[in-house]
Nanobody
Framework: EVQLQASGGGLVQAGGSLRLSCAAS????????IGWFRQAPGKEREGVSC????????YYADSVKGRFTISSDNAKNTVYLQMNSLKPEDTAAYYC?????????????????WGQGTLVTVSS
């Protein structure tokens, strides 16, 4: 059974940091890219970042470039999203997903598997 378990969300003040984790199981981790998406109430799901599990290549949306860092621990089949200098506009449910559709995959429809969301709330 394929599982993607996202965790690490919470409430933080603007300027603070959080680290999200995405633990994957049930598929060959090295064959997939793992992406993070977010969705705020009333808004469309937005691609935030993704990483190639095979070679570590990374991609960031302009809105988070320089503040967020994605990394992968292939031994643990886990991807992390370190989020620094958080802003109120980063408030959203964050989802991790897996794709074999090539890298970088920035469109939600290209992802094969999805985890449940973890909520990030940034207060001003």
């Amino acid at each position: 059974e394929v599982q993607l378990q996202a965790s690490g969300g919470g409430l933080v003040q603007a300027g603070g940091s959080l680290r999200l984790s995405c633990a994957a199981s049930g598929f060959t981790f090295d064959d997939y890219a793992i992406g993070w998406f977010r969705q705020a109430p009333g808004k469309e799901r937005e691609g935030v970042s993704c990483i190639s599990s095979s070679d570590g290549s990374t991609y960031y949306a302009d809105s988070v470039k320089g503040r967020f860092t994605i990394s992968s621990d292939n031994a643990k089949n886990t991807v992390y999203l370190q989020m620094n200098s958080l802003k109120p506009e980063d408030t959203a449910a964050y989802y991790c997903a897996a794709t074999r559709s090539g890298f970088p995959a920035t469109v939600a429809a290209s992802y094969d598997y999805w985890g449940q969301g973890t909520l990030v709330t940034v207060s001003s």
